[in-house]
């Protein structure tokens, strides 16, 4: 009987090891998956912000550019 309980005690240490082993893949894809999202909002974020300043500065040059169509001085 003592010969029986060593595949089955082997069997639940290996699927112990293989729970440990899903926990830690799914804890890892877990935090990849948190700064990917991270990281995309942060992105997003800048990009807004980027495009609010090429659009000022869109606005300025067409203003300037309407002037000198005009022909006034740019003082």
């Excluded at 990009?47 to 000198?68: D, F, M, P, Q, S």
Aim: glycine share 4%; net charge negative.
């Amino acid at each position: 009987m003592a010969g029986q309980e060593d595949p089955v005690q082997r069997e639940i240490h290996q699927d112990w090891a293989n729970r440990e082993y899903i926990e830690v893949i799914t804890s890892s894809i877990k935090k990849i998956a948190d700064f990917l999202n991270s990281f995309g909002m942060s992105c997003r974020s800048r990009l807004a912000t980027l495009n609010e300043k090429l659009t000022a500065l869109e606005r300025r040059i067409e203003y300037i550019e309407a002037r000198v169509t005009k022909g006034e001085t740019l003082t």
